[in-house]
């Protein structure tokens, strides 16, 4: 730890950040009490004001909470010459009352407190959030648009089965369908021709449907481009893309997602992903609570997905095996748990095949790779 840290006075800074109004709490080392100001959101020029008129950038320690906002603040306040730090809301301790008063300016405090304690080396008072570039956030957007859109296609073939079938209509799937569906065309269990005001929204909810598609299909192209993502970065999305039961959505999130960002140890990497244990041990309980769920959803979401993958397409793998041995004969509960055990041990082994080439022991190539 660095111990000018507990030496060197600092003025902290907690900004409350709302659409309407900003709250700044500071607490001066000369003073005893934080003062408290309020600006209009958005309002970046009177938020530097103010700060200038405080103390000067090398003496100040800002923090904010990650939000709606993103981190545009954070790096336009780091432009300026501050020391920003974003915090993880959620690590932030409350009251634990029924009815706790929350308010805007104690909520400045509470995040006073707690980058003070933060500054001094307190590691575990709450956690922070790593500022992105430009460039990594941009990165992201195609892939999780394309989750949306995939969320929205689903919308759309449901409702129309939906509509068809309360008219006797089965059968007709619109994804598969090579052509485009004629309504004129279909015919009800009774025998009549789909009423009209039935058969426009049937038109319209098509009509969106297609668009919807035709989006998938840019956004995927776009996603597998490397215009806006570092070298190193497309290089790890290539390496996955190689490896049998790793698609193209699959290796852009991991890649940009979770190995974008260095990782001190494996531990470090599974608490980022929220699939470490969460132990319950008070009294005469002890229990484990499930897996924290804390960090990044996406990659957490996607590493379960291809656990699933891996036993399908990598089978004769070290993992796998174990997997199926620690499995044998148990019910669907226990398989449940354990795939989250194996997808906390294959993103530790894609995570070194990345960083060092060396290949899970037992995994194959797809045959497009070699």
Same mark, same amino acid.
């Given at each position: 730890?660095?111990?000018?840290h507990?030496?060197e006075p600092k ?5 409350e950040l ?5 709250v700044i709490?500071?607490?001066r080392?000369?003073r005893d ?5 309020r600006?209009?959101?958005?309002d ?5 004001? *103010?700060?200038? %008129?405080?103390?000067? &950038?090398k003496?100040? /320690? #800002?923090?904010? !909470? ?32 029924a009815?706790?008063v929350?308010t ?5 405090l509470?995040?006073l407190r707690?980058?003070?304690?933060v500054? *001094?080396?307190? %590691?575990?008072?709450? &956690?922070?959030?790593r /500022? #992105?570039?430009? !460039? ?9 648009e394309?989750?949306r859109l995939?969320?929205?296609r689903?919308a ?5 089965k939906?509509?068809?079938f309360a008219q006797?209509?089965?059968d007709?799937e619109?994804r598969l369908?090579?052509t ?8 009800t269990?009774?025998g ?7 058969r426009?929204? #049937?038109?319209r !909810? ?8 035709d989006?998938?299909r840019l956004?995927e ?7 806006a ?11 996955l ?8 959505a699959?290796?852009a999130?991991?890649a940009?997602?979770?190995f ?5 140890s ?6 980022y992903?929220?699939l470490?244990p969460s ?6 309980v ?5 897996i ?7 990659a957490?979401?996607i590493l379960?997905e ?8 990598q ?8 997997y ?24 530790i ?5 990345v ?16």
């Amino acid at each position: 730890m660095d111990h000018d840290h507990t030496i060197e006075p600092k003025t902290f800074v907690a900004i409350e950040l709302s659409k309407r109004s900003w709250v700044i709490g500071v607490a001066r080392p000369d003073r005893d009490k934080p003062s408290i100001y309020r600006l209009t959101g958005g309002d970046t020029s009177g938020l530097v004001a *103010r700060l200038r %008129r405080t103390s000067d &950038a090398k003496d100040m /320690v #800002l923090c904010f !909470e990650a939000g709606h906002d993103g981190f545009w603040l954070a790096r336009f306040l780091q432009a300026e010459g501050y020391d920003v730090r974003v915090l993880d809301p959620a690590s932030l301790q409350v009251n634990r009352r029924a009815r706790r008063v929350k308010t805007d300016r104690i909520d400045a405090l509470a995040m006073l407190r707690a980058l003070a304690a933060v500054y *001094r080396g307190e %590691r575990h008072v709450c &956690a922070q959030v790593r /500022v #992105l570039t430009v !460039e990594e956030e941009d990165a992201r957007r195609s892939h999780r648009e394309r989750d949306r859109l995939i969320h929205e296609r689903t919308a759309h073939v449901n409702r129309i089965k939906g509509l068809l079938f309360a008219q006797g209509i089965r059968d007709v799937e619109p994804r598969l369908r090579r052509t485009r569906i004629d309504f004129n065309e279909l015919r009800t269990a009774e025998g009549l021709p789909i009423p009209p005001r039935l058969r426009a929204e #049937l038109e319209r !909810e098509y009509a969106r449907l297609v668009m919807v598609e035709d989006q998938l299909r840019l956004v995927e192209k776009e996603r597998d481009t490397a215009d806006a993502q570092s070298p190193a970065v497309e290089q790890k999305r290539l390496d996955l893309c190689r490896l049998q039961g790793i698609g193209g959505a699959a290796s852009a999130i991991l890649a940009r997602e979770i190995f974008a960002r260095s990782f001190s140890s494996r531990r470090h990497l599974a608490s980022y992903l929220g699939l470490t244990p969460s132990a319950y041990d008070s009294g005469t309980v002890t229990k484990c609570q499930g897996i924290s769920k804390a960090g990044n959803s996406w990659a957490r979401r996607i590493l379960i997905e291809i656990a699933w993958l891996w036993l399908k397409y990598q089978p004769h793998t070290t993992l796998a095996r174990w997997y199926i041995q620690r499995t044998q004969g148990q019910g669907a509960r226990i398989r449940r748990i354990m795939l989250i055990a194996l997808a906390r041990k294959l993103a530790i082994a894609l995570w070194r095949y990345v960083e060092t080439g060396a290949l899970p022991e037992g995994a194959r190539l797809s045959a497009k790779a070699t």
